[in-house]
């Protein structure tokens, strides 16, 4: 298939004019430094004697510097605004001042090495953590941990989920037997805030609020093509932690029950969660199944 | 290079988030999609079950931007795996990436970086193309970059390192003709010349695209209509390379569906023009 084509004449240049893994290493610190080219060449003692245009052309319309920096530019704007859409609602706590220097801050902690651009902003709730903005604001660490975890489950694996329907089919007495297992696109979330309070006004009123402190778990999930979050009631929280792994359905039941108030029927309780969770799109069963599982995937 | 390994497609799009549920309900008109590879580098969700849906009634070009094939760091295989894995499920009329490095020492600028046009660059490139080209089993092509820094130890031509490389690795060229006209303007170089010199027999697809004007400079934005000067450029291109596939790029300030499909069809109408009034012999030396 690689038919090799006859070689052409070509000039070549001089041996030792550069090298390329050396050339590709200087560009790089010099276009992600965190303040731009300057400070890059400041900081470089890669460069060779001379200065910037012994690699670079220049011209009387753009010095070798002036191009660089179009794509220092770049690379820190193109990452930024991906960070914006990710994390509106930080953005929009801390303001765009504070978030750009955050972002400054992060790339050089965390610069990008995955292929896609979706992976950049993965590590940003633990950097935050460690940030001063989180002083200020210190539910800000949830808060951008709730966001990245909305875009992966966005992005999280497929997987029939099972329906009320279908569940309707196995005869009760199987019930207990059968295996259930959380959608592989959701996850819980165990917060020190109530941030999910931030997200709502920021997303349906476009304000800002203080949000309570305390523990809290969010539930984190895909259902058709949109991610959703929502604050798990008492019971959820063990029993679909249990579902994790798959697990008798039984064994839910048991989680639910032991969360029941004195004057709650714990049967009642098991039946509207599960209802919900089978109306969420958030379990599948895993089996022993008795008749077609298969349900719609999410 | 046969044309049932590169097919004529005709005129296309790319596949782009705010069209996604035109698409997918309601089947416009349209040749053929490309796709950001990248994006639909994920588990799940969306943008896998729509490019499943286009797919089902489209044809689809995967049009990667992290292959990074001339960077000095070793290749990436665990994106190759992926790369061949969705291959095999979406069937792509082929799979393309750019001339470029975009990262190295593990990093990734998420950018589209120029080469040094030279000797050694060119079997550094070609040698890395020939083995992705293997691991995938088919050949890819190969697009140019616009650029705004060229370097000093170049000692060729950025027509001939594309010939060139293209030759070495025996792949194909995505031939974008809005970075040929950004790069002349920034670079100070004929575009006609560029055109005029980039061997016939390996050219599969055209590129066309808008750029924002910056004075001093071009910048090839993707936002912006296709200029009058990128339109004759690409008239010239199609009397010398034929009436290969075409798609139309447009990634930011993205315009209604029906506008995009309204600069295909010019395309078309210009292609159709181009041939007419193309020396036969010449198009069918290598049609």
Request: hydrophobic share 40%; proline share 6%; glycine share 8%.
């Amino acid at each position: 298939m690689m038919a090799m084509k006859p070689d052409r004449e070509r000039p070549r240049a001089a041996a030792g004019d550069f090298d390329l893994k050396r050339l590709q290493e200087l560009l790089y610190r010099l276009i992600a430094a965190p303040c731009g080219v300057g400070e890059g060449l400041a900081a470089n003692g890669g460069l060779p004697p001379g200065n910037l245009e012994a690699i670079l052309n220049g011209d009387d319309r753009l010095s070798a510097r002036e191009r660089l920096e179009i794509y220092a530019n770049a690379y820190f704007y193109r990452l930024l605004d991906v960070l914006k859409e990710e994390f509106a609602a930080t953005l929009m706590i801390v303001g765009d001042v504070n978030f750009h220097n955050l972002v400054t801050g992060y790339l050089l902690e965390y610069p990008p090495t995955e292929p896609s651009i979706l992976h950049a902003g993965r590590n940003l709730p633990a950097f935050i953590r460690t940030h001063s903005l989180s002083r200020r604001w210190p539910y800000l660490p949830d808060l951008a941990r709730l966001e990245r975890s909305l875009l992966e489950v966005f992005h999280g694996p497929a997987a029939p989920v099972l329906d009320a329907s279908t569940m309707r089919q196995v005869p009760p007495h199987e019930w207990p037997a059968l295996i259930l297992r959380t959608h592989p696109a959701s996850r819980i979330l165990d917060l020190e805030w109530c941030v999910d309070l931030v997200m709502r006004a920021a997303e349906e009123t476009g304000t800002r609020i203080e949000p309570p402190s305390g523990p809290t778990s969010v539930l984190v999930w895909r259902q058709g093509s949109r991610a959703h979050y929502r604050r798990l009631e008492r019971g959820e929280r063990a029993a679909l932690a249990l579902a994790r792994d798959g697990v008798a359905f039984a064994m839910i039941c048991e989680a639910i029950a032991a969360e029941a108030t004195p004057d709650e029927n714990p049967a009642a309780l098991i039946n509207r969660l599960l209802a919900r969770w089978l109306s969420d799109g958030l379990v599948m069963a895993v089996g022993p199944w008795p008749a077609s599982p298969a349900g719609a995937a999410s | 290079m046969s044309h049932c390994e590169f097919p004529a497609l005709g005129f296309g799009v790319g596949l782009r988030r705010p069209h996604y549920s035109e698409i997918v309900d309601t089947h416009p008109r349209m040749d053929w999609f490309e796709v950001i590879t990248e994006n639909f580098m994920v588990e799940g969700g969306r943008p896998l079950e729509v490019l499943e849906r286009v797919r089902e009634r489209y044809p689809i070009v995967m049009h990667g931007v992290s292959l990074s094939i001339g960077s000095t760091d070793p290749i990436n295989h665990d994106y190759l795996r992926t790369l061949d894995a969705m291959a095999r499920r979406f069937e792509p009329a082929w799979i393309s990436d750019h001339l470029c490095w975009t990262g190295v020492g593990g990093h990734n600028l998420h950018d589209l970086l120029p080469l040094p046009y030279a000797e050694e660059v060119v079997s550094h490139v070609a040698g890395r193309l020939r083995e992705v080209q293997d691991i995938l089993g088919r050949r890819i092509l190969i697009e140019n970059v616009s650029s705004y820094m060229a370097f000093a130890c170049s000692t060729l031509t950025e027509w001939e390192f594309l010939g060139a490389v293209a030759d070495e690795a025996d792949c194909g060229i995505l031939l974008d003709i809005n970075n040929i006209f950004v790069n002349a303007f920034n670079h100070g170089f004929e575009a006609e010349q560029y055109i005029d010199s980039v061997p016939v027999e390996r050219v599969k697809q055209f590129h066309l695209a808008g750029h924002q004007d910056h004075g001093r400079y071009l910048l090839d934005t993707h936002d912006h209509p296709v200029r009058a000067e990128v339109w004759r450029l690409y008239e010239r291109a199609v009397r010398r390379f034929g009436a290969v596939s075409t798609l139309i790029e447009w990634d930011d300030r993205i315009p209604e569906f029906r506008e995009l499909q309204a600069v295909a069809d010019e395309g078309r109408s210009r292609c159709d023009s181009a041939m007419r009034g193309a020396a036969q012999p010449g198009i069918d030396a290598h049609r």
